[in-house]
Structure formats: C-alpha cells, structure tokens
C-alpha cells in the first residue's frame, strides 16, 4: 500500500515537472545566457577585420561589482584557421584582446580601457555608453590579408569571457556574490572563402 503512494508521488511529481517545461518556452532561460551577435566580416585595403558584440554579458550581480568599484575585463578570443579536406585545420592568426571597466564613486564615472583599440582609457559618467564600450568590438584587425590566398577556405573562431576576479582575502566575505557573475560564451564560427 505505501509503494503505490510512493509511485503515485514520483508521477505526480514527474507530471508537474513535464507541465513546467512544457508550459514556460526555453527562450527565457536562453536570453539570460552571454552571446556573439552582429559577428561581421570585412577588409580595407590591407587587412581582414572583424566586428561583433556580446549581448547579456552585463546581469545584476555584474552591473553591482562594477558599481562596487571592482575592475571588470572582458576577455575576447578571435582565431583563424585555413580549412583543408583533412581532420587538421592549420591555425594562421590567433588574437586575445582584453576590455577593462573601472567606476569611480567619488567622480561618478566610468573608465574603459581598451589597449587594442586606443592608447589612452575612455571616461564617461553614462553606465549605458561604457557597456557598449565594453560590449562592441570594431574594426579588430586579424591578419594582414597578404597571408591569405586566393580562393582557399577559412574559419574564424570567436569567444568572449568574463575574467574572474581575484579579491584580497578580507573583501571575500563581502562579495561572495562574484562567483555567480562570471561568463564564457560559447565558440561561434564563421567559414568563408578568400
């Protein structure tokens, strides 16, 4: 008598669960996750470059470190490899470029670094002009396009991350929250022909 009770709770349970998942649509939990987007190809004269950005890169936990005045870098991976009919694809350009975010509570602004775009740090006092200037990639230089030939296949990888952030011993205690703010987007991939 108690094994049909207990069988009549595991499919209650079960049922709800199904209904759930059934009911609420899997794009809610897909928008909270860091993705690529607006990922481009494009050359000058000299160069192949790319251009790209990263969507709900910043959640509450992160918007709140930053307003702690704890840096935050973004790191982002771009590699190009030429394809070839084998298993092996032979790695021609691999770039790591990092952005910084600093607030300062007593100017009320924001400080960007982006050593691979300008010399010299942006500031600004609007929390939305600092993360697109954190988000958005433009105009990155991957390989001069002498290096490429004619008519043979390639692929860009790209990635982005949140580097994790290393506290002073005595600042864990107050932001235990930092291990739930990290991200990594997933590799995306484009394959094009020179």
């Known amino acids: 008598m108690k094994q049909k009770g207990a069988f009549k709770t595991y499919y209650t349970i079960l049922i709800l669960i199904i209904c759930f998942n059934l009911l609420v649509p899997t794009h809610i939990f897909a928008d909270i996750n860091a993705v690529l987007t607006n990922i481009k190809l494009a050359n000058t004269r000299d160069d192949l470059l790319t251009y790209f950005e990263v969507k709900n890169a910043f959640k509450d936990k992160t918007v709140q470190a930053v307003q ?17 009919s084998n298993l092996f694809d032979k790695k021609i350009a691999d770039i790591q470029i990092k952005s910084t975010v600093k607030y300062n509570s007593l100017t009320k602004e924001y400080t960007v670094s982006r ?12 929390f939305e002009k600092a993360q697109a200037w954190m988000t958005e990639v433009d ?10 030939i004619k008519g043979d296949k390639y692929q860009i990888r790209i990635k982005a991350e949140l580097e994790k952030v290393t506290l002073p011993l005595s600042l864990h205690y107050i ?9 990594e987007t997933d590799w995306y991939v484009i394959n094009f022909t020179y």
């Open 115 to 126: 050593p691979w775009k300008d010399d010299k740090p942006a500031v600004t006092k609007s």
């Open 139 to 148: 105009n990155l230089k991957v390989i001069p396009l002498d290096q490429l």
């Open 68 to 84: 702690n005045g704890i840096p935050t870098t973004f790191s982002f991976y771009v590699s190009l490899y030429k394809t070839t």
């Open 175 to 183: 932001f235990f929250f930092v291990s739930f703010w990290d991200f």
